[in-house]
């Protein structure tokens, strides 16, 4: 590590370059996670601030520099009065309530199902796995594919099975929204199936052994044993599968754009485009605050909900 | 006798119902990328497979598609680098030595602010810090975003792989005469290979996949990604669909490889990632 020194020779001082070794030795603990330091502070510890100075100021780019005005709580009394706002909050909140306990239960059904199989585990978790990798934008795209009115899939099908009548899916204000949540679901169902078959394959094998030796049936062993046992997993999966709802974007750009009419308006489409259409970026950024705020309401009452269920 | 159970049958028929149910919209995207247009239209399950859309997607006189690839590429690859170092750097040292938890807690907790704000929240402030720099519509741009946005996983990935090498393996390297930087550079690095290659699949994956970074922060195909360029192409030619199939399979082609080659790799990340937070 040192510079070996001649112990006959007077002591020197070591080389400058071996100190200098010698002391990022002794605080590389502070050195390699500089880089992370510096990283949040600049990209999220400065955008919060700036986020924040934002929502009280109306923000204008004039000659590519940004001039700032504080208006104070204006874009608070702007909210209130936004029609879109109340319509984009009830979308939102049908499409996350509707994902997450459709595909809570359906991931629940096919984690069970595919714990108790020998065979073909492989092929399911892998063709399962492929939506969460492939980009939202392609998913739009291909599902824009399947809805087509004429030359769609789902249409096609129906056709070859009798039915001529066939719907309109994205741009029927009815259907637009279960179109919309259909997507989500093949999109996200395997993110819970993921994290609750890892539940599963963590359980103790011995208390089900013990459970059928004493008689209880498959169900009850069900309802009793696995079901207390994977709470905690399934209160962060739904936690989480709230999270990510809340910030569902991509898909619905591509299918409806939050139409037709504000049938599919959610929240982040909104902010989204009163930040690029109308270029209003105080007002956007007050609107992803509030966003935020409605996000970690959940999540502390998700974290009691674990807290108790520990 | 043991009498013969139906319980298998219903129980793979529906999970075959499933696997045709994700599969589906692949296939049928798959197999429209091959059509002519007349094809397309026909509905019939015959048809002449062409490349002819595959051909227009990337010829440069008619689309910006080959640009689009290489700066997704470009990006993909960028984060992922910067990610890995940045992120194993950071778990190394908050897995290998005393931290006040005042500290590591203002860290970690930090990282998963990030993880639960949504994407919207940093658009603006981002966009001002893009314009300021003067690499609003640059790969820099997207890059910066996408940093951000795949620096929690990453770091939870590693943080996990590191507390699981034993104490005394460096100590063993210290006392041989390496100093703190060999020692993690030639023993911990190789031991979390593992790690390392779960976190750069899912930060190369996360930064390809992703949609509204590169949208807010780019105008032009100087700094746009593919899912910028396919969501253009099908809001102004809604009628292309050979093309449009042809941009969303090729879009999906990283996202097949990692399932196919790092399949388990992936799924710990993911898992992983999520029961961290």
């Known amino acids: ?310 | 006798m043991k009498k013969i159970s139906t319980e298998p049958f219903f129980r793979h028929g529906f999970l075959m119902l499933l696997v045709a149910f994700t599969l589906i919209p692949i296939i049928f995207t798959l197999s429209t990328s091959f059509k002519y247009f007349r094809d397309i239209t026909s509905g019939s399950l015959r048809f002449t497979p062409t490349l002819v859309n595959y051909q227009r997607l990337f010829d440069p006189a008619q689309s910006n598609f080959l640009r689009l690839t290489a700066n997704s590429l470009v990006i993909a690859a960028g984060t992922m680098a910067i990610v890995l170092v940045i992120a194993s750097l950071a778990a190394y040292s908050l897995s290998r030595f005393r931290w006040r938890p005042l500290w590591s807690g203002l860290l970690l907790g930090t990282i998963l602010f990030i993880h639960m704000l949504p994407p919207v929240t940093f658009l603006g402030p981002f966009y001002l810090i893009a314009r300021s720099l003067n690499i609003y519509d640059t790969v820099l741009a997207v890059m910066m975003g996408h940093i951000v946005l795949n620096l929690p996983t990453a770091t939870w990935i590693l943080l996990d792989f590191f507390a699981n090498i034993p104490k005394e393996l460096e100590e063993v390297a210290m006392v041989d005469g390496a100093n703190r930087f060999q020692s993690l550079t030639q023993v911990l690095i190789p031991i979390i290979q593992p790690g390392i290659a779960a976190a750069g699949a899912l930060a190369f994956i996360f930064s390809w996949r992703d949609f509204l970074f590169a949208l807010s922060l780019t105008s032009t195909p100087r700094g746009m990604t593919i899912p910028v360029g396919i969501s253009s192409f099908v809001q102004e030619y809604s009628i292309r669909y050979g093309e449009m199939a042809a941009g969303a399979f090729f879009a999906m082609i990283p996202a097949l490889l990692m399932v196919a080659f790092a399949q388990r790799y992936i799924i710990k990340g993911l898992t992983l990632g999520a029961l961290k937070g």
Not at chain 1, 9 to 38: E, M, S
Not at chain 1, 271 to 282: A, C, E, N, P, T
């Open chain 1, 1 to 310: 590590m040192q510079s070996s020194l001649d112990s006959s020779l007077p002591t020197k001082p070591p080389n400058l370059v071996a100190r200098f070794g010698n002391f990022v030795d002794r605080t590389f603990q502070y050195w390699t996670v500089a880089p992370l330091v510096i990283v949040l502070l600049l990209l999220v510890a400065y955008p919060t601030f700036q986020l924040l100075r934002m929502s009280v100021s109306e923000v204008d780019i004039v000659k590519g520099q940004a001039v700032w005005e504080f208006v104070g709580l204006k874009h608070l009394e702007t909210a209130l009065q936004d029609p879109v706002v109340p319509t984009a909050l009830k979308n939102t909140l049908v499409f996350v309530i509707a994902v997450v306990i459709i595909e809570t239960c359906l991931a629940l059904v096919i984690s069970i199902l595919v714990s108790r199989s020998k065979h073909l585990v492989g092929l399911y978790r892998t063709v399962l796995l492929i939506p969460l990798l492939v980009p939202p934008i392609a998913i739009g795209t291909m599902w824009r594919l399947m809805y087509d009115y004429n030359y769609g899939f789902i249409n096609q099908a129906l056709k070859l099975i009798g039915i001529v009548a066939v719907p309109t899916w994205t741009a029927d204000p009815q259907l637009a929204m279960p179109s919309v949540v259909l997507v989500d679901l093949w999109h996200w169902t395997s993110f819970m199936f993921l994290i609750i078959l890892a539940g599963l394959e963590s359980m103790p094998q011995e208390v089900n052994e013990a459970a059928r030796v004493d008689g209880a049936s498959e169900f009850q062993i069900l309802r009793y044993i696995t079901l207390p046992l994977l709470r905690p997993t399934l209160i962060t999966a739904i936690m989480l599968r709230t999270i990510f709802a809340f910030k569902v974007f991509d898909e619905i750009f591509l299918l409806t754009s939050g139409g037709p009419g504000t049938a599919t308006e959610v929240i982040s489409l909104y902010i989204y485009k009163v930040f690029s259409g109308q270029f209003r970026l105080g007002y956007a950024s007050f609107l992803a605050l509030g966003l935020s705020f409605i996000i970690s309401i959940f999540v502390i009452f998700y974290r009691r909900l674990g807290r108790r269920a520990a």
